[in-house]
């Protein structure tokens, strides 16, 4: 007998099953914070463009030095009068300076050293001000003492403290770096300490405290999430800003010793022909300023970017 398919019919005036995991179902579509980090970044093509900018100039500054094997201490035309002062051309593009090293090589170097000099200083002053900074800011007891300590350092003057410390220590890039970071970092605590305490007595962190939660759960878990946008906007104003830092400083001579190559350097060292080689101190100066914008908007966008507030979904 042949079997028939019947298919079945819901009734539409039938009793509705109950199903009681229905109302963990989640209607709302999945989100990924750091997915929809990207997402807004990449929103703004302008920003998008000066990202890969900015990555093709870092990658460039980090990898031309060693291909070029350019040595400040060491000029291969210091005696060759006819490699000295060369104006940009197809074959010398950024020119010759006044002991005829190229200057397009001259310049990279500096840039490398400057680079990686605003990174570390940026990273470790960052690692030590948000950790110091978010048990400031939780701590009522630590607050009482650190606010003196903050006092008595925002009033050193950075220059001199600088100065004071090239000196006794010696120029070289440890010494920089020590000297950008040794009271810096106290700056970005303050800046933490004063997030915190805005959310550290919201009733989830009440809540968790008299549940005996350590302190450092209390910071990792239920603070520093909410302040991801903050640090990144510190950093993002840190990183071009150490570098204009490191283009004072050595520009006044307190910076790096002669075995280190930075725009700083570059720019004090070619300042003397300003007038009549113009090129070989406006060409430092504007990859000076092309890197710490670029980082600057960079870092703004992602800032922007990673503001939760600004993800639509």
């Not at 990202?51 to 990898?63: C, E, G, T, W």
Request: glycine letters at 4%; charged letters at 15%; proline letters at 4%.
């Amino acid at each position: 007998m042949e079997e028939k398919n019947v298919t079945a019919v819901k009734d539409p005036f039938g009793f509705a099953s109950f199903d009681k995991y229905e109302s963990e179902h989640i209607a709302a579509p999945q989100y990924s914070y750091w997915k929809s980090v990207w997402r807004t970044f990449v929103k703004n093509r302008f920003t998008l463009v000066v990202a890969i900018l900015m990555l093709i100039l870092v990658l460039f500054a980090l990898i031309q030095p060693s291909i070029s094997k350019y040595d400040p201490l060491n000029a291969p035309n210091v005696n060759d009068e006819s490699m000295r002062f060369l104006k940009p051309s197809a074959e010398h593009i950024f020119g010759t300076d006044n002991v005829g090293n190229e200057v397009f090589d001259v310049v990279w170097a500096g840039a490398r050293n400057s680079i990686v000099i605003s990174f570390v200083c940026t990273f470790i002053n960052m690692v030590i001000g948000v950790v110091v900074g978010a048990l400031w800011g939780f701590s009522k007891k630590m607050d009482k003492w650190m606010i003196e300590v903050y006092n008595v350092v925002s009033n050193v003057p950075f220059l001199l403290l600088a100065m004071i410390l090239s000196y006794v220590l010696g120029a070289s890039m440890k010494t920089l770096i020590f000297v950008m970071c040794v009271t810096e970092w106290i700056f970005v605590a303050f800046f933490i300490r004063t997030q915190v305490m805005i959310i550290r007595d919201r009733e989830y962190n009440l809540a968790s405290q008299c549940l005996g939660t350590p302190l450092w759960k209390i910071i990792l878990n239920n603070i520093l999430p909410y302040l991801i946008s903050i640090i990144i906007t510190s950093v993002s104003r840190d990183v071009p800003a150490f570098i204009s830092y490191e283009v004072a400083l050595s520009y006044m001579g307190v910076g790096l010793s002669e075995k280190y190559a930075s725009l700083g350097k570059l720019i004090q060292q070619y300042s003397p022909y300003m007038l009549t080689e113009p090129y070989l101190f406006w060409i430092p100066v504007f990859a000076s300023a092309v890197i710490s914008v670029s980082l600057y908007l960079v870092g703004q966008a992602l800032a922007d970017a990673s503001d939760p507030r600004t993800h639509m979904i």
